[in-house]
């Protein structure tokens, strides 16, 4: 699809963080497992062995823990909030579980309230998990004097992952996390050992962008959170909404400003005409499972088809039912398939 021709996704994507962050909020109150929220303020060859524990992994220039940050409940195994300083910023995150390393990219302007604790415990069973805010977002801190774009992100991950002396982890992604993991793995492949991206583009001319219907519904001001939880899943899905609106009340919610908003938008819209990763993913040996909602209303579906035309260790799976939130819709299996697909990857 040219260009010229490609509806605006970026626009669409702050809208559904905000919209999930309310009904995080709502959920909070009426949860047994919440806690305080907090927000971060700105600021200016062969593959080694994967393992690792929830104590092996840590970094010396983590700081103490963030106070008020432990979830309580069910979602006490996330433990506390750290940061750990990664060029220029502080970057926020969570490690638990035991196994090889996993690093979890969460996709525009969410945080890691947004994650399920369903879906995070699953994979706990099998990973070391480390999941994190992006730049701005909740407990990670921003540089304002440079633009924000997928490609810094991607480098932000792979200054975590040095930072944390994780060894060559696979990285999961979802939404726009999953672009970004697109381009570590394009830009930065000697950095993972493998990739799952769920509901995520190439960027540039080649992608395949949300329906107009779909951004006007986005971004109407008019428009419910139940209409846009409609819009992460599909209308038959009712059992699955209720249970992922009741899962976000179980970590404690964080903050996203109208700055950090604005600038994950700018950088969605820079991404529409970044070839970076479109030209270098062909030379990229990284393993990919590369998974869609074959009911996705915000990526379309097609755009799984290009990455894995794209690259030459791609492996694509659709999920029939799901729409674009089907790593929660159907959580049990996605965790069965990334455990495969990392198994067979060698990931150790």
Request: hydrophobic content about 40%; overall charge neutral.
């Amino acid at each position: 699809m040219s260009a010229s021709h490609r509806t605006a996704r970026t626009l669409t994507r702050p809208r559904l963080a905000v919209a999930a962050a309310t009904v995080a909020l709502a959920a909070v109150a009426c949860s047994s497992g919440g806690g305080h929220s907090t927000g971060a303020s700105n600021t200016s060859s062969s593959k080694p062995s994967t393992h690792a524990t929830a104590t092996t992994a840590t970094a010396t220039t983590a700081s103490a823990p963030v106070p008020h940050s432990a979830p309580t409940g069910k979602g006490a195994f996330l433990g506390p909030v750290r940061q750990v300083p990664v060029d220029g910023i502080r970057i926020g995150y969570r490690q638990f579980g035991s196994g090889p390393n996993l690093v979890m990219v969460m996709g525009d302007t969410g945080t890691m309230s947004d994650w399920t604790v369903d879906l995070l415990s699953r994979l706990g069973r099998h990973y070391h998990v480390t999941i994190f805010d992006n730049r701005g977002v909740g407990y990670t801190t921003d540089d304002t004097s440079v633009p924000d774009t997928i490609p810094l992100m991607a480098d932000d991950t792979v200054g975590l992952i040095k930072a944390l002396g994780l060894r060559h982890p696979a990285l999961l992604g979802w939404s726009m996390g999953g672009e970004i993991g697109l381009t570590v793995a394009a830009l930065h492949p000697g950095a993972i050992s493998a990739l799952v991206s769920s509901g995520g583009d190439l960027g540039g001319s080649e992608a395949m962008n949300t329906p107009a219907a779909v951004a006007k519904e986005l971004n109407s001001p008019k428009t419910t959170g139940p209409q846009l939880m409609n819009l992460l899943f599909p209308a038959d899905a009712t059992a699955a909404r209720a249970a992922y609106i009741e899962q976000l009340g179980l970590i404690p919610p964080e903050k996203v400003g109208d700055e950090t908003l604005l600038r994950q938008y700018q950088a969605g819209q820079a991404y529409e005409s970044f070839e970076g990763t479109w030209d270098k993913l062909p030379d990229s040996t990284i393993p990919m499972l590369i998974t869609n909602g074959s009911l996705d209303r915000i990526t379309p579906p097609g755009n799984a088809s290009i990455i894995t035309h794209r690259a030459k260790h791609a492996k694509r799976v659709m999920f029939p039912d799901a729409g674009h939130a089907m790593l929660v819709q159907d959580a049990g299996r996605f965790v069965s398939l990334v455990t495969r697909f990392t198994k067979a990857s060698g990931v150790e």
